[in-house]
């Protein structure tokens, strides 16, 4: 059973930064793909930042150059790390992990990042 826990979530004020922490309970090596989304409030669920088993990186034009994904195999983690938030970075962030042969998807239960202004 492919478990996905975060945790780093909380209130900051713009400006600052955050890192989130998303632990899986097997090998992050395993997965094809990994990413971070994000649910605002009355918005539709938005991918953030992903990675790819091969290294491939890619964010949403909204963060690039302040968010930076990240993996550590050893520990089983992938971490979002987040500076200079806005209060539009608001939202519930979820991680995200794919297997690609058959598909399929597993959701942490997500954490809550509120950005003060």
């Known amino acids: 059973q492919v478990q996905l826990v975060e945790s780093g979530g909380g209130l900051v004020q713009a400006g600052g930064s955050l890192r989130l922490s998303c632990a899986a309970s097997?090998?992050?090596?395993?997965?094809?793909?990994m990413a971070w989304h994000r649910q605002a409030p009355g918005k539709q669920r938005e991918l953030v930042a992903g990675i790819i088993s091969g290294g491939e990186i890619n964010y949403a034009d909204s963060v690039k150059g302040r968010f930076t994904i990240s993996r550590d195999s050893a520990k089983n983690t992938v971490y979002l790390l987040m500076n200079s938030l806005k209060p539009e970075d608001t939202a519930v962030y979820y991680c995200?992990?794919?297997?690609?042969?058959?598909?399929?998807?597993?959701w942490g239960k997500g954490t809550l990042v509120t950005v003060s202004s």
């Open positions: 995200n992990a794919e297997f690609h042969g058959p598909y399929m998807s597993y």
């Open positions: 097997i090998s992050i090596s395993a997965f094809n793909a």
